[in-house]
Every structure is written in C-alpha cells, then in structure tokens.
C-alpha cells in the first residue's frame, strides 16, 4: 500500500511547540483537519476497491467463496460510509475555518472600537452602537462555528465506529478465506489489504481527534 504524505503525532507536537503555550487560533486547527482528512477518502477507496476485487474472485468461485461473498456487500457499504463522513468533514472543516477567521476579524475590529471610544469621547455613543452591532455579530459567528465543531466531532466519530467495525468484520474474512480453499491466497490477500486501510483510517482519525482538542 503506498504511504501518503500525512500528518503524525509528532508533527502536532511541533504545531503545539511553535505556539509556545498560547492557543493555536481555530482556522489554523480547523484548515489542517480539513487537509488532513482528505487521506481518509483515499483509504476508504482502496476498501471499497477490495472488496469489488474481493466479488470478483468469489464470484469465480463458485460454493468456495460462498461465505466471503455474503461480507462484502457490508464492506462496501461501510467503506462508502467513510468516504461520505470524511467528504462532510472536510466541508464543514472548511466552513468551521472560515467562521473562525471571521470571528477573528470580528474580534480585532471590536477591539479598535473600543481604542477609538477611549480616545475619542465626542462620538463614544455612535462608536458604541457600532460596538453593539459587532458584539451581536460575534455572538451569531460563535454559535455558528461551535455548530460545526459539534459536526465536525460528530462525523469523526461516525468514521471510528466504521473503521471498528471493518477491524471486525477482518476476522471473520480471514475465517471464510480459510474455507476458500484455491483461492485462500487472494482472499487472505484482501482481508490485509482491508486491515491495513482501516488501520491507515483509525489512525487518521485519532490525529483529527486530536487536532479537534486544540480547537476547544
């Protein structure tokens, strides 16, 4: 299986360090966990293309491959589960991010406000109507972005439960390719190939788990 450029624990580390204890800002978390899931689709294919492969030699055959065949119609469907999951995340990444530089700007800006009220009394109450626009535009941006945080959590969670399944489900094709009998070696190929991906899978998702921390 090749390895994809991706992320690693040690490289968070890194992230965490340059921040040197100050909070890493949400759209610099929320852009690199919609990078980063992106391999996620990438795994999710390379199981639903096993178990494609997986239907073809078990449709060759015949009564060998009668009890691998009845489990991949259910790799398939959770493997097209991940991909949708992780697609929905990398959209809602992207928006999360998006709101939080927005935030941000929102932020900066009441912050001049307030400069400006201090440093100029004569039109402090027109500053202040401003201020209160801002403030209720904040708020709205807050709930906004904690929205697809939940989504985003939400999601991520969905995909780990999918990958525990598929780990799962691996036992019982090693089982049924035992039974397989010419085709034992191409079935036993495909149930690692499976495992591998899920693995590949889990670990992206404790990485997007992880970042999702530094966003709270």
């Not at 890194?14 to 690199?32: C, N, W």
């Not at 639903?48 to 691998?68: D, H, L, V």
């Not at 991520?156 to 990958?163: F, G, K, M, P, Y």
Request: with cysteine.
């Amino acid at each position: 299986m090749a390895e994809l450029n991706v992320l690693k624990q040690e490289d968070i580390d890194d992230l965490v360090r340059q921040y040197e204890g100050r909070s890493i800002p949400r759209f610099v978390a929320s852009a690199t966990l919609a990078s980063e899931l992106k391999s996620t689709i990438h795994y999710a294919k390379l199981i639903a293309i096993s178990s494609k492969n997986a239907q073809a030699i078990t449709a060759r055959a015949g009564e060998w491959g009668q009890g691998f065949s009845g489990i991949t119609q259910f790799i398939e469907e959770i493997a097209s589960r991940s991909m949708v999951c992780a697609a929905d995340i990398g959209a809602a990444s992207r928006e999360l991010s998006r709101s939080a530089v927005k935030l941000m700007n929102q932020q900066k800006f009441a912050s001049a406000l307030n400069r400006s009220m201090r440093a100029n009394q004569a039109k402090s109450e027109e500053l202040r109507e401003i201020l209160q626009r801002n403030l209720k535009d904040q708020a709205q941006l807050e709930e906004q972005t904690n929205g697809y945080y939940r989504s985003v959590r939400k999601l991520l969670t969905e995909i780990r439960d999918c990958t525990r399944a598929l780990k799962s489900i691996v036992a019982n094709c090693r089982i049924e390719a035992s039974r397989a009998g010419p085709f034992q070696e191409s079935l036993f190929t495909i149930a690692e190939n499976i495992e591998n991906a899920a693995e590949r899978i889990s670990e992206r998702i404790a990485i997007g788990l992880r970042l999702m921390g530094l966003l709270t």
